[in-house]
Each structure stands twice: as structure tokens, then as C-alpha cells.
């Protein structure tokens, strides 16, 4: 089946700007992940979806970050007043909970550049 | 709190031969596992590899092996007959003590030469 898709891939904006980045979870999967990855640098968790729970948002860097999911379906990150520091890649994983190892599969991600 | 240590900021190997990539984490939980990820250039995360706690033997996939030893907190990743396309980065990650989110280690990036 399809894997996790994510849009856009590139996204090149200005200072200030907000945007919107889209992840599309694999069909079933229940929890879906937000990541930031700064060049050179590990994952940083940012916000977790599980069903209809309120979502973990402890990761998230400022109230400049927020989120939506709804159900099982897509999910949207939304940076407002983007500053320069906002750039980097953005992953986005989801997970079913039928697996044994019980991992996540991530998408592609979204190259954010603030200029 | 968990804490995933990975000291080898680089690691290169030749060909054909067997390279050990190393991760040591922190925990106080009893039942955790830990994962390995690929992430070669291109950006994608790619799943290697999974050991549990209580697993009783090290885990393994195809070229891939975990060589876990639980005393230490240590579980490392262990590739044998290294392939060019192994060039890219390598992270050890487990779950945060919520088992809300993966905590990645900082990498390491392996270069295979021919």
C-alpha cells in the first residue's frame, strides 16, 4: 500500500510568512508524528495525534507551532510568523499498532527554508 | 528521562567488510526497545531494525544485527558485508518515557569506499 506522503516537498518562504505543511498518514494508522530535523541533527519530537485523544503537543517550540488532525486522516502543521531559525526538514510518521516492533514509517518530509 | 547517546559523529569502512556503529541509551523503564534508522541523502527515514528488552536473542534482519547487551545499555548495530548504498546516516532512537514520541540519538554517518 501507499506510503506516508507529505507536501510540498520544498518550500521556500520569507521571514514572517506563515505556511502550512501537509502529511498524509498511511491508511489505518492511528498515530501520526510531527519531527523537525535541522541540518546535520537528529529528530526533534513536536506533536503526537492518537485517534481522538487530545494530542501530545510537549514538543512543540512555540506558540508560533500548532497542528490538526482529524480522525485518522490528514494532518497539517502550521508555522505562523515564520523566523529563519524554522529552517529545516519536517518529518511526518505514522504508526499502527498491529506490527510486533510497533514502528513508525516516515514520510519524505518537507524542506522548510525561511529566508 | 530516556537519553540516547551516540558518540561516532563518522564512521568509514571499505566494501565487504563488517563496521559496528555504536548507541547507548538511559532508562529507568523495564520493557523499552530500541530501533536504528537509515537516512541515506535523499532525506527519508528507512526502519532497520527493532530489539525489545525482553527479547532473548539480538535481533537481526538480512545484513543487519543488533548486538544488544542490556547490563552496558548498549545496542549496537552491527552491518556486515558493507554495500556502497550503506553510505548515509544512522540513528538510534527509542520511545520517550510517555511512549508518545521517538527520542533519535545524533547520528552517525557512515561512507562505504570501494
Known amino acids: 500500500g501507499a506510503g506516508v506522503s507529505q507536501s510540498p516537498s520544498n518550500k521556500v518562504t520569507e521571514k514572517g510568512k506563515d505556511v502550512e505543511l501537509r502529511c498524509d498518514p498511511i491508511?489505518?494508522?492511528?498515530?501520526l508524528y510531527w519531527y523537525r530535523q535541522r541540518l546535520g541533527q537528529g529528530l526533534e519530537f513536536l506533536i503526537y495525534f492518537q485517534g481522538n485523544s487530545a494530542p501530545d503537543k510537549s514538543g512543540l517550540p512555540s506558540d508560533r507551532f500548532s497542528a490538526e488532525r482529524t480522525g485518522e486522516s490528514v494532518s497539517t502543521l502550521t508555522i505562523q510568523r515564520t523566523q529563519q531559525e524554522d529552517s529545516a526538514v519536517y518529518l511526518c510518521a505514522s504508526r499502527g499498532l498491529a506490527g510486533p516492533t510497533d514502528t513508525q514509517y516516515f514520510g519524505p518530509g518537507t524542506r522548510l527554508t525561511v529566508l | 528521562a530516556q537519553k540516547i547517546t551516540q558518540t561516532q559523529p563518522g564512521m568509514f569502512v571499505q566494501e565487504k567488510e563488517a563496521v559496528t556503529l555504536d548507541c547507548t541509551y538511559d532508562t529507568s523503564d523495564q520493557s523499552y526497545g530500541l530501533f536504528w534508522y537509515k537516512q541515506p541523502s535523499s532525506g527519508e527515514m528507512i526502519f532497520l531494525i527493532y530489539?525489545?528488552?525482553?527479547?532473548?536473542q539480538n535481533a537481526t534482519e538480512g545484513r543487519y544485527s543488533l548486538n544488544f547487551q542490556k547490563a552496558r545499555k548498549s545496542a549496537n548495530l552491527v552491518i556486515s558485508a558493507s554495500q556502497l548504498g550503506d553510505s548515509a546516516m544512522y540513528f538510534c532512537a527509542m520511545w520517550n518515557q510517555a511512549g508518545t514520541a521517538l527520542i533519535f540519538g545524533k547520528g552517525t554517518t557512515l561512507s562505504v569506499s570501494s
Open positions: 491508511s489505518g494508522h492511528t498515530a
Open positions: 530489539q525489545g528488552s525482553y527479547d532473548e
